[in-house]
């Protein structure tokens, strides 16, 4: 899960304007689509709110944009238009580095891989189970199937947790 240069650069500038609104941010998506970019942003709760079942709302989400987009006016990282979204991760959370996982040990995930896994006319790049522990350069998933994988981390593209109602 190693972010771009360029989303790098973004969440350096955009980190001090997010923390100002008191949220936290959780990750930085660009994409960019020929002459007009999407940069989306995703802001959750302060940990110490997050004990009190506080959640991220339509306010904060208009605060971090009207912040964002003023510092990005300054800053002016991006080339060309580009449309500025800001969200909670919701249910379905895209994870952004190995460390957010770690919370949501034991629980469901979606992972995209960079090189395939798997023996023979199994192998795959897309794998979802249970997050059964995590090392310091890799995790081991039981998949659906009950196949059991150590997946390091410099082999994930996109990592998901899978929402399951209880």
């Not at 059991?148 to 998901?160: G, L, R, V, W, Y």
Request: net charge negative; glycine share 6%.
């Amino acid at each position: 899960m190693k972010l771009s240069t360029k989303v790098e650069e973004l969440t350096n500038i955009i980190a001090p304007a997010v923390a100002a609104c008191d949220v936290a941010l959780w990750g930085v998506e660009f994409v960019p689509q020929g002459r007009r970019s999407l940069l989306r942003i995703y802001i959750e709760s302060l940990p110490e709110e997050q004990a009190q079942d506080k959640q991220v709302t339509i306010e904060d989400c208009a605060a971090v944009n009207h912040q964002v987009s003023g510092i990005l006016e300054v800053h002016d990282p991006i080339a060309g238009e580009y449309i500025l979204e800001v969200s909670s991760p919701g249910f379905d959370r895209a994870f952004f580095s190995e460390e957010q996982m770690r919370d949501y040990i034991g629980q469901t995930v979606s992972l995209r891989l960079i090189q395939a896994i798997g023996q023979g006319d199994k192998k795959r790049r897309k794998v979802t189970g249970n997050l059964d522990s995590m090392g310091a350069t890799s995790l081991i998933l039981t998949a659906t199937d009950n196949e059991q994988f150590e997946i390091t981390f410099s082999n994930i593209d996109k990592a998901n947790l899978v929402f399951e109602d209880a």
